[in-house]
């Protein structure tokens, strides 16, 4: 845990990739990120869900445990549905061309989220006035 903590601790922003489980997110991430809370404080989070409903109950959830680690959880996420999910395991799964359609969506949350990482990285820098 300790290794993983440096190495979150290094990062400015995150992007978290989840699938949906039982209507949330899977035990082994909620559990990985309740382990680092300090290294996660004040940095931006996107995020990318696959899933029947595009991993959308799980990104809702992880948004709500976001805030509560002081993270900056960001409005445009990626939601890959089942449908899509499908035809790309028959396909070659490491084609671009399957996932096309969510390029647009992907270019506004990279634009977006490098935007409040390099806003926050610079709100960090100063210190906090009493």
Not at 13 to 39: Q, R, W
Not at 50 to 77: D, K, S, T, W
Not at 94 to 99: D, I, K, N
Request: charged share 20%; net charge negative.
């Amino acid at each position: 845990m300790a290794r993983l903590g440096e190495t979150i601790d290094r990062a400015d922003g995150y992007i978290i990739i989840t699938s949906e489980y039982i209507h949330g997110c899977p035990a082994s991430l909620k559990n990985a990120m309740d382990h680092l809370f300090v290294e996660f404080n004040r940095k931006p989070v996107a995020f990318v869900g696959y899933g029947n409903v595009g991993g959308a109950r799980a990104i809702e959830q992880l948004r709500l445990v976001a805030v509560e680690f002081e993270m900056a959880p960001l409005r445009h996420a990626i939601h890959i549905m089942a449908d899509l999910m499908i035809p790309a395991m028959k396909a070659d799964p490491f084609s671009p061309e399957v996932f096309a359609s969510l390029d647009r969506r992907l270019e506004t949350m990279v634009v977006d989220l490098l935007w409040w990482t390099t806003t926050l990285a610079a709100g960090r820098t100063t210190p906090l006035s009493d």
